[in-house]
C-alpha cells in the first residue's frame, strides 16, 4: 500500500456512495484505481500527463475527476466523513476548514515594472546612484543625471 493511497477501512466508508458503472458503453475502470489516482494528483500537485500509469490512462482519471466534482460527490463524500467523526465526538465544528484555493501569481510580477512607467521617486533614485558612487558609465549614474524629476 503506497502513502497517499485509500486503505481497505477507508475504502470501505466511501464505497456505496460511488455511482455503479452501469449503461451503455465500456465498463468503467476500477472506481478504487482512479479514486487513488486523483489522490496522488492532490498530493503532488503533478500535472495530469504525470499520472503514473498503474492509476491507468491519466485522461480517464481527469474526466472522472471532473465529473464527480460536477455531481457533487465530493461533498457527499466530506458530508459522511464529518457525521462520522462527529458521532465520535471528534469533530470541531467551529475549527473545520477546507482551503482549497491556490494563487499563482502572473508572470508580469516577476519585479519589473511597467512600460512607460515613470521610477517611483526619482530623486531617491537619484541619490542611490550618486550614494553607490556610479561612474559616468554607469546606467544607473547616466539615468540619473540625464531624466529630471517631473
Not at 1 to 19: A, K, S, Y
Not at 38 to 62: F, H, I, N, Q, S
Not at 103 to 122: D, M, V, W, Y
Request: contains cysteine.
Amino acid at each position: 500500500m503506497r502513502r497517499h493511497e485509500l486503505e481497505d477501512r477507508e475504502w470501505e466508508q466511501i464505497r456505496d456512495l460511488l455511482p455503479s458503472g452501469g449503461g451503455r458503453g465500456r465498463p468503467w475502470k476500477d472506481h478504487r484505481e482512479t479514486l487513488n489516482g486523483m489522490l496522488w494528483m492532490l498530493r503532488t500537485g503533478a500535472p495530469w500527463r504525470d499520472l503514473p500509469e498503474r492509476y491507468g490512462p491519466w485522461k480517464t482519471v481527469y474526466e472522472r475527476f471532473r465529473r464527480w466534482s460536477r455531481e457533487g460527490l465530493w461533498d457527499k463524500i466530506l458530508q459522511r466523513l464529518q457525521m462520522r467523526l462527529d458521532k465520535q465526538g471528534r469533530s470541531a465544528w467551529d475549527l473545520w476548514c477546507v482551503d482549497g484555493s491556490s494563487i499563482r501569481a502572473h508572470r508580469s510580477a516577476a519585479g519589473g515594472r511597467k512600460k512607460g512607467a515613470l521610477l517611483e521617486n526619482p530623486t531617491i533614485t537619484r541619490w542611490v546612484a550618486q550614494e553607490a558612487g556610479g561612474a559616468q558609465s554607469s546606467t544607473w549614474s547616466l539615468t540619473a543625471r540625464v531624466c529630471p524629476s517631473r
